[in-house]
């Protein structure tokens, strides 16, 4: 048999029946989302690692949503689904798939919905085992957390073979002293399991039926059980409150900025960096602190993204695009070399190579009813303070003044200038006098009428209507010179540029020369102290922070045994941590918890403790 054969499950069940009460949320809890996606989605993964057969959900609480939020993830034909009512217990859930699973379902592989952060290769690991060694029997997935109570005690033997589980709440005071746990996850001989579920009874503490028992009905009828001891604690992670599915965020944080880095992607600051499952990003990009990429964006090659930055759904950097602090992409192509470093919002939009969004520029996508799209040339010039009202055009090498309001439809043709509100075409202007005054970044006449506070922070946008400059004393009287009165005399235009690089002064005095423009913008954040550092990595990781779970009845097949999440030990550093273990599938052996390193494990972790 080839190892892919051996590694594959003919079924996997996934328990998602219960009903989450400790999330206090309406929200079925495996639709809660970690990095982008639904807790289900990293389970259906791992179910697909395995490429078994067949895939049956089993849901209850709210399981008209799971099922929907399932076939809308594109899992809807691999999946199906079995209705649990009322829920009665683990080994229930399993009863009422007999039907799908038949008589003989193959090596069936049990998963909760609510455990995000197993790997892949472990589970090809407890595969692997169940094949190797226990091919009539079983494998079982076990963990010494730091806390084991709550969860189910694996019992040994004086030879330290597992002989069955006890339930926490039907453990004796000695069983509950056992360190090794249940977690849950199984690989089972098909036939095995098919002929036991049916004889399982709720004699115990919670009137449940285990699925717990099948384990020991395995032993009695001298099937093999062999323990895959796991090595890598988070991803036991099983999520039963908010403050869980925080802590297997940042796990599975961790996993993908890891693979980014590894990638050749520059990451600043891992810890306040926060980029979704499913991001492309390429080679020899930058991603600054306290950046926020969403699933469905996408960064090309030798990028700049950040500090303060937020890429949406949709958001398409090509090659050597910069966007910079408190800009939020949304649903917008940024073509190649193009840059918008300061205080934008991008949405709907589509932005030529080597065009430039001067700071504050807001493409005005919503009409209040729908959604319209801005769509920019290439080598556009979009002066600070822009407005553009979708829908819209702007041509190649168009320039747009500063605290221009480009009024929907306006089409900006190729290399015209537009300035004023609402933004009219300056006349006599060309694209190569567009481009030349872009360029000089000169602050000029402007033909437009003063904005309301535009005036301090851009001296040389609050121009005048034509002629009437200097007579506006009331415009920017502190800055001599900046409004000039001749429209279209100037080889300037309207406060291009004051945080253009390389804009030189041509014009004394003028935009370009106030240095303070820039920096004190309402909200330039990046010397908020507040931001990255503090942020609270570990507080919902205290150990023994957890409760008990108190009061969580036998009638509460969500509430879970309280997991003891390693605080500490959480990689918060991980990956400048020596040996800390790249993600990706396949890097070998210093993976934590990858397949060969587990049974090896879980055979020494039996000695220490015989
Ligand atoms: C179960 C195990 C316990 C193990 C623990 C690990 C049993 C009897 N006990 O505990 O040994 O240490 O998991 O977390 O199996 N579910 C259903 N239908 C039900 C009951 C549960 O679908 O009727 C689902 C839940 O949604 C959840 C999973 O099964 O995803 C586990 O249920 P939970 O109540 O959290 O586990 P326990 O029974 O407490
Ligand atoms: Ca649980």
Redesign the pocket.
Known sequence: MSTSQKSRAGSVVI??????KRMKSAKP??LHPVCGRPLIAWVLDQALALEPERIVV?I?HGGAEVEKAVRELGHGDRVRFVR?EP???????LQVCLPELGANPGVTVVL????PCLRPETLLALVATQAESAANGMAILTAMPAEPR???RILRNEKDAVIG?V??RDASAEQKLIDE????VYAFDGQGLVAALPKLSNKNA?G?Y????VLAAFVAERRAVEAVLLEDEDEGL?V?TLAHLAEARWALQLRILETHLENGVYIEDPASTYIDHGVEIGAGTRILPCTVIRAGAKVGRDCEVGPFAQLRVGAVLEDGAEIGNFVEVKNTRVGSHAKAKHLAYLGDGDIGARSNIGAGTIFANYDGVKKHKTKLGERVFVGSGSVIVAPNTIGDGATTGAGAIVTRDSNVGAGEVWVGVPAKKLAGKSASSARSATGAGESSPGARKSLPGDGKSQPGAVPSQPGAGPSQPGAVPSQPGAVPSQPGAGPSLPGAGPFQPGAGPSQPGAGPSQPGAGPSLPGAGPSDPGAGPSLPRSAPFQPGSEPSQPGAGPS??????S?PRAGPSLPRSAPSQPGSAPSQPGAGPSLPGAAPSLPGAGQSETERRS
């Open positions: 328990l998602a029946a219960g009903h989450g809890k495996v089993v209850g649990q829920q009665l217990g683990t080994g229930h859930a909760y919905g609510d455990m709550g969860f189910g589980i339930e926490d746990v249940n977690l849950g919670q449940e285990y699925l717990t028992d099983g039963n509460d097949p969500g509430a879970a045994p997991q």
